[in-house]
């Protein structure tokens, strides 16, 4: 079995408004990347080492935006607002349909 690479945040499904897109997106909110790395070609062992980071990064705030401290929060507000612009422009919509 061949091991399944991340396309990378840009060539992810619903403009990167995935699993995998918000972990890169967050991680560029923590300082983690930055925000030039696309994680394209990355392995699933390299994407789960990120989540690990993102996912510790968010514990001192219980994984809740609102619990950011202003810096952070308006970084993440500005980063997921384009990714939402972004996404909708491709044809994205945030209805849920009937299988959600």
Same mark, same amino acid.
């Given at each position: +079995?061949?091991?399944? #690479?991340?396309?990378?945040?840009h060539d992810d499904i619903n403009g990167g408004l995935t699993?995998?897109?918000?972990?890169?997106?967050?991680?560029?909110?923590?300082?983690?990347?930055?925000?030039?790395?696309?994680?394209?070609?990355?392995?699933?062992?390299? +994407?789960?080492?990120?989540?690990?980071?993102?996912?510790?990064?968010?514990?001192p705030y219980a994984h809740l935006p609102s619990r950011l401290?202003?810096?952070?929060?308006?970084?993440?507000?500005?980063?997921?607002?384009?990714?939402?612009?972004?996404?909708?422009? #491709?044809?994205?919509?945030?209805?849920?349909?009937?299988?959600?």
């Open positions: +079995m061949t091991e399944q #690479n991340y396309a990378g945040i699993h995998l897109g918000r972990i890169v997106r967050d991680a560029w909110v923590f300082g983690i990347l930055p925000e030039t790395e696309t994680c394209a070609g990355w392995s699933t062992s390299q +994407m789960q080492t990120l989540y690990e980071k993102v996912h510790e990064a968010w514990e401290p202003d810096e952070l929060r308006e970084r993440h507000t500005a980063i997921y607002e384009e990714a939402i612009k972004y996404a909708k422009s #491709n044809g994205w919509s945030a209805e849920l349909g009937d299988d959600d």
